[in-house]
């Protein structure tokens, strides 16, 4: 098994920004969040490849990999991912949906599932998590909890995230993923976590099965 990380879900990218301070320090700014180019992936390989100033690790970071350009840009990452060339540098990868990275990759690293930046520490959140997707099993679900909502449909001030939400509800359908209802439920959680502003009737559209 590689020692390379994949974080992957709603909260991939905080996941990544926190690992990074507990083992070291980010040597560049990250790589490929506009769409990951070989280019971009040849430089990455040449980074890891080299010192960092200091004493701490450097931590290169990569993704989202579920949005490269192309496959040959995710190949370019192959070996130096499988072998990490520097016992001072680090790479470390990310994606939305881990459904989106090639089998060449995910079996080259150990894949760490981020359900989102609260990580379940908040009891409301949770709670009001656990109420949506009862909604949602009985059919009943027609708007978002006024937390989510602001003053109108495109006002984006809120008392909670969207990207908590998706957290929230993926954390409370990840312990029970053997039911295969909130597998199905915890796909399409997946799939809304990758939009970058989703509305909170877009949600509620999504997680009732009317978008795909």
Known sequence: MSSCQLFHGPGAKESVLRRVREIGRLVVPPIGEEG????????????????????????????????????????????SIEEIPSEFMC???????????????????FEVWAPGPLEGANPELASLAQGIIED??????????????????????????MPDLLGALAEELALDLDNPVKRALWDRVRKVARWRNPLPVEVVAALMGDID
Do not use: M
């Open 36 to 79: 990951l180019s070989v280019q971009d992936a040849r430089d990455a390989v040449q980074l890891l490849l080299s010192v960092p100033v200091g004493d701490k690790t450097g931590v290169i970071i990569i993704g989202p990999l579920d949005d490269a350009r192309s496959l040959n840009a995710l190949d370019a990452l192959l070996k």
């Open 91 to 109: 790479p470390l990868l990310w994606a939305h949906d881990i459904g989106g990275v090639p089998d060449t990759i995910r079996s080259r690293c």
């Open 136 to 161: 949602v099993l009985a059919n009943r679900l027609y708007a978002l909890p006024d937390a989510f909502r602001g003053k109108n449909e495109k006002d984006t001030e809120s008392k909670l995230s």
